[in-house]
T-cell receptor, first 114, second 115 residues
Framework: AQTVTQSQPEMSVQEAETVTLSCTYDTSESNYYLFWYKQPPSRQMILVIRQEAYKQQNATENRFSVNFQKAAKSFSLKISDSQLGDTAMYFCALGSSNTGKLIFGQGTTLQVKP | DVKVTQSSRYLVKRTGEKVFLECVQDMDHENMFWYRQDPGLGLRLIYFSYDVKMKEKGDIPEGYSVSREKKERFSLILESASTNQTSMYLC??????????????FGQGTRLTVV
């Protein structure tokens, strides 16, 4: 069975500082993708960053980067130079290339403080 | 822009009613998903579909059914609504998960209250 676990229900960070959100997952498949999605108060889910499991290099998107540890099945999100607009709920997700199944974790609510 | 449209943003239904939640996507995506979102539980997969008339159970299918008669439309059906189905429901769609730009796109969500 596939699972995604986010063990930090809430986090806060000062504006301009760096924060890391944790995610662990479990899957027996070899072809899969990992995602971080952001859900602001508007409720619209927005893709932040994706990682293909077969790529060893960690994905980066501007201020967002991941630490992908495949053997440990860990996929953390680092947000640098945090901005007030980063305040949102963040979800980690695991997608199977074989079955198409896409599952999410419990979410981490991040508050960026001025 | 990719659009995933859910038929209602807010819905109030009575216990025992049959409820239809509709989702339409305009990107010719193969995959479509229904999730429910509850505080502390995150997004839980109810059903997904990888092709017309094909469906797979997710992690919490009990009390729900789905229909996909056309590629662009994926309906979630609550056969007899109960108060424990009060929740936020999110629909998503994607191409098959392959390639550099793969991602799922989401609708705006339907907040369903069963009274």
């Amino acid at each position: 069975a596939q699972t995604v676990t986010q063990s930090q229900p809430e986090m806060s960070v000062q504006e301009a500082e760096t924060v890391t959100l944790s995610c662990t997952y479990d899957t027996s498949e070899s072809n899969y993708y990992l995602f971080w999605y952001k859900q602001p108060p508007s409720r619209q889910m927005i893709l932040v960053i994706r990682q293909e499991a077969y790529k060893q290099q960690n994905a980066t998107e501007n201020r967002f980067s991941v630490n992908f540890q495949k053997a440990a099945k860990s996929f953390s999100l680092k947000i640098s130079d945090s901005q007030l607009g980063d305040t949102a709920m963040y979800f980690c997700a695991l997608g199977s290339s074989n079955t198409g199944k896409l599952i999410f974790g419990q979410g981490t609510t991040l508050q960026v403080k001025p | 822009d990719v659009k995933v449209t859910q038929s209602s943003r807010y819905l109030v239904k009575r216990t025992g009613e049959k409820v239809f939640l509709e989702c339409v996507q305009d990107m010719d995506h193969e995959n479509m998903f229904w999730y429910r979102q509850d505080p502390g539980l995150g997004l839980r997969l109810i059903y997904f579909s990888y092709d017309v008339k094909m469906k797979e159970k997710g992690d919490i299918p009990e009390g729900y059914s789905v229909s996909r008669e056309k590629k662009e439309r994926f309906s979630l059906i609550l056969e007899s609504a109960s108060t424990n189905q009060t929740s936020m429901y999110l629909c998503a769609s994607s191409f098959i998960l392959t390639g550099e730009n793969t991602e799922a796109f989401f609708g705006q969500g339907t907040r369903l209250t069963v009274v």
